[in-house]
C-alpha cells in the first residue's frame, strides 16, 4: 500500500493555529521531496511550500511567509505544516504531494509529483 492522509484540519477562528500531518504508508518520506498544495472553492490548486530530502532547505509563498512553517519528522514518517495567524483567505482543502528521490527546487510548484494526499479541509471564519 502506498498512501499519504492528511490530518488536523478543522474549524478555527481568524488569528488561531491549525497543525496539519501528512503520513506515509507503504514508501518513506525522508527519500522525498514534500509539497503542500490548496484549493479553495473556485480557484485553482495554489502551492503553499516545499521542504526537500534530509529536512532541507523549504520554501514558502509570500501569502504565507512568517505565518507558516514546513517540518518533517521521518522517524514518524510525517511531514508537518504548521499554520499560526490564520485568515479567512486561507480557507480550502490542504493537500500534501510526494516527489521521489529529489530536492525542492525554484520550480517546486510545476513539477510533477508522485503521490498525492486526499486532503483535510481548513476553514477560518469567525
Known amino acids: 500500500q502506498v498512501q499519504l492522509v492528511e490530518s488536523g484540519g478543522g474549524l478555527v477562528q481568524p488569528g488561531g493555529s491549525l497543525r496539519l500531518s501528512c503520513a506515509a504508508s507503504?514508501?518513506?518520506?525522508?527519500?522525498?521531496?514534500i509539497g503542500w498544495f490548496r484549493q479553495a472553492p473556485g480557484k485553482e490548486c495554489e502551492g503553499i511550500g516545499c521542504?526537500?530530502?534530509?529536512?532541507?532547505?523549504?520554501y514558502g509563498v509570500d501569502s504565507v511567509k512568517g505565518r507558516f512553517t514546513i517540518s518533517r519528522d521521518n522517524a514518524k514518517n510525517t511531514v508537518f505544516l504548521q499554520m499560526n495567524s490564520l485568515k479567512p483567505d486561507d480557507t480550502a482543502v490542504y493537500y500534501c504531494?510526494?516527489?521521489?528521490?529529489?530536492?525542492?527546487?525554484?520550480?517546486?510548484?510545476?513539477?510533477?509529483?508522485?503521490?498525492w494526499g486526499q486532503g483535510t479541509q481548513v476553514t477560518v471564519s469567525s
Open positions: 504531494a510526494a516527489r521521489g528521490f529529489v530536492y525542492c527546487n525554484t520550480n517546486w510548484r510545476n513539477v510533477k509529483y508522485d503521490y
Open positions: 507503504g514508501f518513506s518520506l525522508d527519500d522525498y521531496a
Open positions: 521542504i526537500s530530502r534530509d529536512n532541507g532547505k523549504t
